[in-house]
């Protein structure tokens, strides 16, 4: 059923009304405006957020994160952290729930890829809840 003129009328005066309303607010409270809000994806967000996470060097070092995938989308990621000085290096990993899985409190890979990540870190990741 198409709409009729006054309908149609109506309508461009309520988009203009609300754009006026939109552009007088400050952005944050654009965003409180959304039902939804506004969030940054985290890192790992993408499949769920199912990983185990392998810090490598503490978080403060860093002033700003991006997170590659290595391989396989939702499989291994790595977040490389950015230093004041302006140098990038791997501030921590992200190891998929269904790549390893945890034996005696430490970490296992069950996938290749897995496996290469926990061999080059050195020591083997123990478990810590905080």
């Known amino acids: 059923m198409a709409a009729t003129a006054k309908q149609k009328k109506a309508a461009?005066?309520?988009?203009?009304?609300?754009?006026?309303?939109?552009?007088?607010?400050?952005?944050?409270?654009?965003?409180?405006?959304?039902p939804q809000g506004r969030s940054r994806a985290r890192p790992g967000a993408k499949q769920?957020?199912?990983f185990y996470h392998i810090e490598v060097r503490p978080k403060g070092e860093f002033e700003a994160f991006r997170t590659q995938d290595v391989g396989k989308a939702g499989g291994i990621e790595r977040v490389a952290g950015k230093r004041s000085s302006g140098s990038w290096s791997t501030q921590k990993w992200l190891i998929g729930k269904t790549h390893a899985h945890i034996e005696g409190g430490k970490l296992v890979g069950d996938s290749q890829d897995a496996k290469d990540v926990?061999?080059?870190l050195g020591a083997k990741p123990?478990?810590?809840?905080?």
């Open 12 to 34: 461009r005066s309520n988009i203009k009304k609300a754009q006026a309303t939109w552009r007088r607010m400050p952005s944050r409270a654009r965003a409180r405006a959304q």
């Open 48 to 50: 769920g957020g199912d």
């Open 118 to 120: 926990l061999r080059r």
């Open 126 to 130: 123990e478990r810590h809840s905080w």
